[in-house]
């Protein structure tokens, strides 16, 4: 497989809908829910931009985005009977819901960036990688490389762009074979 070819085959691009929603987010005028809500900050874009990319670069398609009056944006992530939610709040930390079968299994509130996508990264290895047809060694490590370059490439523009967030020190996901 070429570059060319890895690159055009596991990028995403600004035409999913969740990703294209999260962005339009921004462009809310002060006072668009009946009077009070005010636009997500850039941070908070980008920190949800970057949770679904990563969603969606791990083989989850399922996703929603929705703004909150208070400029939070909530990732809806579905997965089989498997239920993420992922809350970047005004303040940028996040909390994060798992259910199974409509039954909460996991919460967790005022993550940072870095620990969202740990969990999420745990939960694709766990849940997406080994439950579907695709997690034979090739296609897992393909998978497995394609998230790290778009990590790495996103972490770069963040660090770049963003005043206020700055590049891990660690990575932001580490996948080991067991």
């Known amino acids: 497989m070429t570059s060319a070819t890895f690159t055009s085959r596991y990028s995403t691009s600004l035409q999913d809908p969740a990703l294209r929603k999260i962005l ?34 791990g083989g989850l398609t399922d996703i929603d985005a929705l703004v909150g009056a208070g400029g939070e944006i909530q990732l809806l992530i579905y997965h089989g009977s498997w239920y993420l939610e992922f809350t970047v709040e005004p303040n940028e930390l996040i909390d994060y819901r798992q259910e199974e079968a409509d039954n909460e299994t996991e919460r967790l509130d005022g993550l940072t960036l870095e620990n969202a996508l740990a969990i999420l990264g745990k939960f694709l290895k766990t849940k997406v990688w080994l439950s579907s047809d695709s997690s034979t060694a090739s296609t897992t490590s393909i998978v497995r490389a394609a998230l790290a370059a778009s990590l790495s490439k996103t972490t770069m523009r963040l660090a770049f762009r963003s005043s206020t967030w700055t590049a891990p020190k660690e990575p932001i996901l580490q996948f080991a074979d067991t």
């Open 24 to 57: 339009e987010f921004r462009n809310l005028p002060l006072g668009w829910h009946y009077g009070r809500g005010v636009p997500p900050t850039r941070p908070v874009v980008i920190a949800a931009l970057v949770v679904a990319q990563t969603a969606i670069l």
